[in-house]
């Protein structure tokens, strides 16, 4: 499919099914990028919000994600970036103003390509991980760091998937059951997290603190004060060592996921506030 921009003709983003495009009033885009094992599906909420005020946003599907775990098992964080990388020339070519937004590992992928394309203005970070601190996090998480490269490394690591246990980094008991009484919960999802995909996991939180002192674009992060999964340190820890202008806003009713947890209309209306001030 086609879309005409004067005399340009530009590609709109693949039909996968589960990517999500909508062009807006005004020159300004979003880019938003999806978690680890999540899908493009999770960042509506914010996609439509952002939207009503007039941004552009797409919300694209990494590499290996969306359908089986077996394809996500074969990428490397290296292809979901080239993945981001892509979608943002492609957003940058139905618009005049850049902006990019990720939740957890989507977020560190947003600061990586903040470091690499001069052409984005603002970054919002959602729920930023750099460490496995929350206080719902098994201890296996905490530790790995250690215990990943072993399991890999005795060649048994593949026949492990970690799966996510209740409450699901969501605090609103009427948000849980509407996705858990769905079956999979949010369209698009992955049902477990492949070891492999941890260990590129933990290998993106170490490339990310090597970059954030070469990091200067304004940054926000919205972090729920208590995250099941990434503690408050985690944002503090970026806003300490990040190269240019940061803000962190707390949010105090909701878990990891406060993309669709109950205080996600707070978290697009401070994201729509702090791109405005860019545009």
Excluded at 61 to 79: E, I, K
Excluded at 142 to 167: C, D, H, Y
Excluded at 208 to 228: C, G, M, Y
Aim: aromatic fraction near 8%; proline fraction near 6%.
């Amino acid at each position: 499919m086609l879309m005409t921009l004067g005399k340009q003709v530009v590609p709109l983003p693949p039909a996968d099914g589960l990517s999500y495009f909508r062009k807006g009033t005004h020159g300004a885009g979003v880019l938003l990028i999806h978690g680890v094992t999540g899908s493009p599906v999770e960042m509506k909420y914010i996609a439509k919000a952002l939207h009503r005020a007039g941004y552009t946003v797409y919300a694209p599907l990494l590499a290996g994600h969306g359908r089986y775990l077996a394809t996500l098992r074969r990428t490397r964080w290296q292809d979901w970036y080239h993945a981001v990388r892509q979608a943002s020339e492609l957003l940058a070519e139905h618009v005049e103003t850049l902006f990019v937004a990720g939740v957890c590992m989507g977020g560190m992928l947003g600061l990586r390509l903040a470091r690499d394309v001069e052409a984005i203005r603002a970054v919002a970070v959602y729920s930023a991980l750099l460490q496995y601190d929350g206080w719902n996090m098994p201890y296996h998480y905490r530790i790995g760091r250690f215990t990943v490269p072993v399991a890999l490394g005795l060649g048994i690591g593949r026949w492990i998937n970690l799966k996510e246990r209740p409450p699901f980094g969501i605090k609103s008991d009427r948000i849980r059951h509407l996705l858990t009484e769905r079956g999979n919960g949010i369209r698009g999802t992955l049902p477990a997290f492949p070891t492999e995909t941890l260990h590129e996991n933990l290998k993106l939180i170490s490339a990310t603190k090597l970059a954030l002192p070469q990091i200067s674009a304004p940054t926000l992060l919205v972090h729920a004060r208590d995250d099941d999964i990434s503690g408050p340190n985690n944002p503090v820890f970026i806003q300490r060592r990040i190269g240019g202008p940061c803000e962190i806003e707390w949010l105090d009713d909701s878990y990891h996921m406060i993309h669709v947890d109950q205080e996600h209309p707070a978290v697009s209306m401070r994201s729509a506030a702090f791109f405005d001030r860019f545009r």
